[in-house]
């Protein structure tokens, strides 16, 4: 009995000695995976989130939805405009068709109805101009996939039109 006991006991021992050791061995392992993978990983600046504000939707006859949207004026400089053009593109992908005009200024974006109306003064067009500085346009029908950008405005002359 006493043997049993020995032999059981030494066992025990045994396998909990092996348990220390092999989480010993596989924590060094894990921290030496971690460095390596550390060294492997090229250092990137993160990815600004890009966000906008829906002031207006409607439904697109054949599949999908017009918007006009608002973002903040300091997103527009090159490099936020093109990734606010992956975001539209992102969040329009299972629409057929998109059409979504971005502005600066919520005054300017409301002004839109009287643009379809053509009741705006030469100072509400100039000011609606100056605050409309993009479009992104999806047609399914023909293919069509680009964001239009307007650096100093929709009548300016400093803009940009990135295909998809």
Known sequence: MKKVLLI????????????????GS??????????VQQKVQPTSTPVKVISYEVLQQWDINNGGKGKIILIPADYLNEADMTTLGQKLKSDTKNDKNAFI???????????RDKVIGDTMTKDEEKFYDTHYVGQYTKNGNSGLNAFAIYYDGVSGSNNKTINY
Do not use: P, R, Y
């Open 8 to 23: 059981i006991g030494g066992g025990f021992l045994l396998i909990v000695i092996l348990g220390m050791i092999g989480k």
């Open 26 to 35: 596989s924590t060094d392992q894990k921290s030496t995976q971690s460095v």
């Open 101 to 111: 005009m971005v502005f600066t200024d919520k005054k300017a974006a409301v002004l």
